[in-house]
């Protein structure tokens, strides 16, 4: 089975996603998808896909980069994680030392979007720092 034939759900809500630029390319035993959209509820229907075919998100033979683009400075995010809070970090990488956590339905600022992985995001007290962006809805 091809890895195109077993993430079929995940590909198949990408292509009916608004999703521009979509990539799906099958390479050294990797699935990759890629492309760009301008709301967060089209990235969140390829994850909830994944999702519902890899519960912990743990899967080493696909990699999903759907960015979210054109969002301005200030616009305010919501934490959408799963029953957890976000780890708020001191640099964009889950080494980076934690600052730390905005509640599960917190709304939070976006400071900037530093990659397509990572957003510098601000809470109402104040505290900045990095987050991980799959878990922030516009």
């Given at each position: 089975?091809s890895l195109q034939e077993k ?64 969002l301005a400075k200030g616009t ?49 007290d104040g505290e900045e720092g ?9």
């Amino acid at each position: 089975m091809s890895l195109q034939e077993k993430y079929s759900k995940v590909v198949s809500a990408a292509q009916s996603a608004e999703i521009n630029d979509l990539k799906v390319v099958e390479q050294d035993g990797i699935l990759y998808i890629s492309g760009n959209t301008s709301t967060s509820a089209a990235k969140n229907k390829v994850w909830d896909a994944y999702g519902e075919l890899d519960a912990s998100y743990s899967a080493s033979d696909i990699n999903i980069n759907i960015q979210i683009t054109g969002l301005a400075k200030g616009t305010p995010l919501t934490v959408d994680t799963e029953n957890s809070n976000l780890n708020i970090r001191q640099e964009p990488s889950i080494e980076g030392v934690i600052l730390g956590k905005a509640a599960k339905g917190e709304v939070v600022t976006l400071v900037e979007q530093s990659s397509s992985d990572w957003w510098k995001i601000k809470t109402q007290d104040g505290e900045e720092g990095y987050a991980y962006s799959r878990y922030l809805k516009a």
